[in-house]
């Protein structure tokens, strides 16, 4: 699998990640050859936009998203007429997120969440007052677009996810880099996967360099919890652990 250079990693994110895009490449129809094109014994392969294979594990796991419009995390439609919501149960919710965001995986993580606010919103709606509307739903799907900075400007969000999908890419470029003739076993390098992979290397240095704090709408953590990306080879915190020595 090969990669293609990009004008830039930071350019029309939003389209280049867009569900549709991706979906749409992915199912587009194949061209057939004409009935008078003449014939070889060798083609040359043909690509298609597929999207990153996070991105396509996440659309297959979850479904599509739905609109921001309609995200409970957001300011989504008819909020001031649906009913209250316990206070701590969402700063519940807040905190889990931004301690588990770093160190797990996010289609698990949206699930988690989904489960969680299912609980919330079944208790609320069981027991509304006449002018109350419900709370709507709040799928998995909707809550990973919503944490992957779709909705939303943090910085720190926008520098998290970014970084994780450089490192795919770069993933990608190295793999493609080392290729082997099929009838020698000869390994060489290629040298334009080569200098791809190089590219993204750079990116990431940047990006881990960059100053979050300067950026715009630089939230100071409450989106993220940096402390929990980097606590090391295994996570401590939330972890429930006793001390053998303790009692002794």
Not at 96 to 119: E, F, G, Q, S, V
Not at 234 to 248: A, V
């Amino acid at each position: 699998m090969s990669v293609t250079p990009a004008s830039d990693w930071n350019d029309n994110q939003e389209d280049i990640y867009h569900y549709e895009t991706i979906m749409n490449a992915r199912k587009a129809p194949k061209t057939s050859a004409r009935a008078d094109a003449p014939t070889t014994c060798s083609k040359k392969p043909v690509y298609r936009i597929c999207g990153l294979l996070s991105r396509q594990k996440e659309f297959e796991e979850l479904g599509p998203p739905a609109p921001q419009s309609q995200c409970y995390g957001c300011w989504y439609t008819a909020e001031k007429e649906v009913a209250a919501v316990p206070y701590e149960e969402i700063v519940e919710l807040i905190e889990m997120i931004r301690k588990t965001l770093p160190k797990t995986a996010t289609i698990n993580l949206a699930i988690h969440i989904a489960a969680r606010y299912a609980k919330i919103r079944d208790e609320i709606n069981r027991d509304l007052d006449p002018e109350e509307a419900p709370l709507p739903e709040w799928s998995a799907a909707t809550i990973l677009d919503h944490l992957q900075g779709n909705h939303n400007q943090d910085p720190e969000l926008f520098d998290f996810f970014n970084l994780k999908r450089l490192k795919e890419l770069a993933c990608i470029a190295e793999n493609a880099s080392v290729i082997r003739n099929v009838e020698t076993g000869e390994v060489k390098i290629d040298p334009v996967q080569a200098k791809m992979h190089l590219e993204y290397v750079k990116q990431i240095e940047l990006l881990t360099k960059s100053d979050v704090s300067q950026k715009k709408y630089y939230s100071a953590g409450s989106h993220f919890e940096e402390k929990a990306a980097s606590e090391g080879p295994i996570s401590l915190s939330g972890r429930r652990m006793f001390s053998k020595w303790k009692n002794q």
